[in-house]
Nanobody, 123 residues
Framework: QVQLVESGGGLVQAGGSLRLSCAASGSIFSINAMGWYRQAPGKQRELVARITSGGSTNYADSVKGRFTISRDNAKNTVYLQMNSLKPEDTAVYYC?????????????????WGQGTLVTVSS
């Protein structure tokens, strides 16, 4: 069984920093793109940042210059460093990854999601 497990959320004051981590575990052959999404109360889930297996990144305009996504392929882990946090960054943050596994000799890519971690930024 494969899964994504997030950690690092919490309560922080505006202007502060947090670092989220998301580790993939299980019988994984490789991992394609990894990303972070967030969902604030009453709003749709939105992409925050994404990183490809080759290290190319893209960010939502609202977080450019403040957030940095990175990955450690040896650890099957993706990180989100969040600086200069604002109250509007308050949301549940979800990790997403394309996990390549083998089933009966054939490769299959799973669109996997973590359980979510709450980030609350107080003003």
């Amino acid at each position: 069984q494969v899964q994504l497990v997030e950690s690092g959320g919490g309560l922080v004051q505006a202007g502060g920093s947090l670092r989220l981590s998301c580790a993939a575990s299980g019988s994984i052959f490789s991992i394609n793109a990894m990303g972070w999404y967030r969902q604030a109360p009453g709003k749709q889930r939105e992409l925050v940042a994404r990183i490809t297996s080759g290290g190319s990144t893209n960010y939502a305009d609202s977080v450019k210059g403040r957030f940095t996504i990175s990955r450690d392929n040896a650890k099957n882990t993706v990180y989100l460093q969040m600086n200069s946090l604002k109250p509007e960054d308050t949301a549940v943050y979800y990790c997403n990854a394309g996990l390549v596994i083998y089933i009966l000799g054939a490769s299959k890519t799973l669109d996997a999601w973590g359980q979510g971690t709450l980030v609350t930024v107080s003003s």
